[in-house]
């Protein structure tokens, strides 16, 4: 089967791929996104936006993905939703194998993002869906008026028990530090809410049976351990990298594909944008940032290749 031909491909419907998109359309290449879901990435998580510049008051961030995802196909973008399987360069050409048949660009971006860290511990896996949770605007209100617990000291953790408890009163805030990690702005807000905080607690397994019944907490200064009863576990301890598909390009101790400042690969013509990447700040307008460019870069590129075969004909 011969492979489908676009100028530019990005694979990842996030920010990043869904800015890529829209600048890499409106550049006249021939774009198409391919994502495993319909798109939207880590916005879709967002319970409030409220640090987007231009977009006020907060709006929800499935609400805005939706519209990203909109405003990126009224640009002419397709957006496939299959499994990409291998990546491979030939040539000038790179050809992506995926779920729904082969697909070949002269530019490719990388704009997978990362997934929720998890605990490790004993019952996570064995209660998720049933207590535990790595997303508090689409489980949160399954929890109204219930115990709440959730893992975590940084920005996402504060922001989400901060939402959380518009929906119950009784959230408490398990950090295994003794100082939570997040923006000022962030934590300040977690402590006017009255938000119990356990400061350099562990939690070294979740209980129940057929749903989440309490958590067995370590002190992480005196070794005390103490059960916690609680209904729900909601985890924010970081992120990782999706880089599976593309394992052999350069990347930090962390796993995040390293790039210049104009997105660009150790590969010609290969670009890495958003939480994929390594960087010192990941939000979602610097995700958008990052695709906006790794477009442009890539809208170079391609009149770059094309124009120099011209002239060698």
Known sequence: MDPQEFDYIIIGAGAAGLSAGQYGARAGLRTIILDTSTGGGQALQIAELENYPGVYPPVNGADFAVNMIKQTKAFGVEILQVNVISVDKIKRNFFVKTSKGIFSSL??????????NTLGIPGENELVGRG????ATCDGPFFKDKKIIVAGGGDSACTEAAYLSTISSDVTLVHRRAKLGAQKAVADKVVKTGIAIRYNTNILE????DRVESVLLEDTQ????????TDAVFIFIGIS?????????????NGYLITNESMETIVPGLYAAGDVRAKPFRQLITAASDGATAAHEAAKYIYDLKTSEKGSI
């Not at 005196?222 to 009863?229: C, F, I």
């Not at 990298?241 to 101790?253: G, H, M």
């Open 107 to 116: 530019a490719l971006l990388i704009a997978t993002g990362a997934t929720h």
């Open 132 to 135: 535990v949770s790595y997303c």
């Open 241 to 253: 990298p999706c880089t599976e598909i593309v394992s052999t390009l350069p990347a930090d101790k």
């Open 206 to 209: 979740i209980r129940g049976k």
């Open 222 to 229: 005196s070794g005390e351990k103490t059960e916690l009863p």
